[in-house]
């Protein structure tokens, strides 16, 4: 074989990181040894992988092509090397999740996941959706979990469950004692929501359609706990998703505000690179998401 597994993990951290030096740090290398690596790899084939700006490498259409078997290859070379050395079938796992999966759902998935591989390690990263989207595409995680919808050719997206949002307000709000809101009611009141980009701003805003310009929207925030916090303290109203407000309205914290008029469901998506090597500890945990 004319190419070593080494040239191909030096070559995927460089398409990383566009850049050698840091490729470098991440692998363990000097920076000679990577920029070494890279060089033969592309001499042994008569090939360049990489347009050179400046210090920045930037992936060229041939390198483009070549990465996604490259990671592909590198996968099913790293679970080989575990299966050897731990005798074991399930792994490591990266997994990338919207807020509301992440900080509610993950955690049970992680628990039965760790059941069966005691030894794993789990990389749970919670961002919004547009950030998801991005690792997934980057070969940053092996799996996205999703509450906004996306579309890309290189993903393979479909539907894991069915989720609901729901607007609420403080206990004080004159709105509580009604305990519904009216969709001509939405411009008059202040609104705490999530930020552009998230699966809850997608949902919310197409559920309110033309009025969504015109909202007062007070605040824009990227914790769930934090808006729920505004909202209690009477800064607004808000809208999230029914799991992560269930144990609020019992307890009395936060008071619902169904509205009839505005279609409010909607779904959660599983979502993995088209070219990402499902391998035991991947099918694993998809296994695990369809039965939970």
Same mark, same amino acid.
């Given at each position: 074989?004319?190419?070593?597994?080494r040239q191909i993990?030096?070559?995927?951290?460089?398409?990383?990181?566009?850049?050698?030096?840091?490729?470098?740090?991440?692998?363990?290398?000097?920076?000679?040894?990577?920029?070494?690596?890279?060089?033969?790899?592309?001499?042994?084939?008569?090939?360049?992988?990489?347009?050179?700006?400046?210090?920045?490498?930037?992936?060229?259409?041939?390198?483009?092509?070549?990465?996604?078997?490259?990671?592909? =290859? %590198?996968?099913? !070379?790293?679970? *080989?090397? $575990?299966?050897? +050395?731990?005798? #074991?079938?399930?792994?490591?796992?990266? &997994? /990338?999740?919207?807020?509301?999966?992440?900080?509610?759902?993950?955690?049970?998935?992680?628990?039965?996941?760790?059941?069966?591989?005691?030894?794993?390690?789990?990389?749970?990263?919670?961002?919004?959706?547009?950030?998801?989207?991005?690792?997934?595409?980057?070969?940053?995680?092996?799996?996205?979990?999703?509450?906004?919808?996306?579309?890309?050719?290189?993903?393979?997206?479909?539907?894991?469950?069915?989720?609901?949002?729901?607007?609420?307000?403080?206990?004080?709000?004159?709105?509580?004692?009604?305990?519904?809101?009216?969709?001509?009611? =939405? %411009?008059?009141? !202040?609104?705490? *929501?999530? $930020?552009?980009? +998230?699966?809850? #701003?997608?949902?919310?805003?197409?559920? &309110? /359609?033309?009025?969504?310009?015109?909202?007062?929207?007070?605040?824009?925030?990227?914790?769930?706990?934090?808006?729920?916090?505004?909202?209690?303290?009477?800064?607004?109203?808000?809208?999230?998703?029914?799991?992560?407000?269930?144990?609020?309205?019992?307890?009395?914290?936060?008071?619902?505000?169904?509205?009839?008029?505005?279609?409010?469901?909607?779904?959660?998506?599983?979502a993995v690179h088209?070219?990402?090597?499902?391998?035991?500890?991947?099918?694993?945990?998809?296994?695990?998401?369809?039965?939970?």
């Amino acid at each position: 074989m004319r190419y070593s597994l080494r040239q191909i993990e030096v070559f995927l951290a460089i398409a990383h990181h566009e850049n050698v030096s840091r490729a470098a740090e991440q692998l363990s290398l000097s920076q000679s040894a990577a920029s070494g690596a890279l060089k033969e790899l592309e001499n042994q084939f008569d090939v360049q992988l990489f347009d050179r700006i400046g210090k920045r490498l930037k992936l060229n259409e041939q390198g483009r092509h070549l990465r996604t078997k490259a990671e592909s =290859l %590198l996968a099913l !070379a790293t679970e *080989l090397q $575990e299966d050897l +050395s731990t005798d #074991r079938a399930l792994g490591n796992l990266k &997994v /990338g999740a919207t807020l509301t999966i992440g900080n509610y759902l993950c955690v049970d998935l992680i628990e039965a996941y760790l059941n069966k591989a005691p030894d794993a390690h789990i990389n749970l990263d919670i961002a919004n959706t547009e950030r998801i989207k991005r690792e997934l595409l980057n070969f940053d995680i092996d799996v996205g979990m999703l509450e906004g919808e996306i579309q890309h050719p290189d993903l393979d997206i479909h539907t894991w469950r069915e989720d609901k949002l729901i607007c609420f307000c403080a206990p004080e709000h004159p709105l509580a004692a009604t305990g519904k809101i009216e969709r001509g009611e =939405l %411009l008059s009141q !202040a609104w705490v *929501l999530r $930020e552009i980009g +998230s699966g809850t #701003r997608q949902s919310f805003d197409r559920a &309110v /359609g033309e009025l969504g310009p015109q909202l007062n929207v007070r605040l824009e925030l990227e914790q769930t706990e934090a808006i729920k916090r505004a909202v209690s303290k009477g800064l607004g109203l808000s809208c999230l998703s029914e799991i992560c407000l269930e144990q609020d309205f019992k307890r009395g914290n936060l008071v619902a505000l169904p509205c009839s008029e505005l279609d409010l469901s909607r779904k959660l998506y599983l979502a993995v690179h088209k070219h990402k090597y499902r391998n035991a500890s991947l099918e694993q945990w998809l296994k695990l998401c369809e039965a939970s």
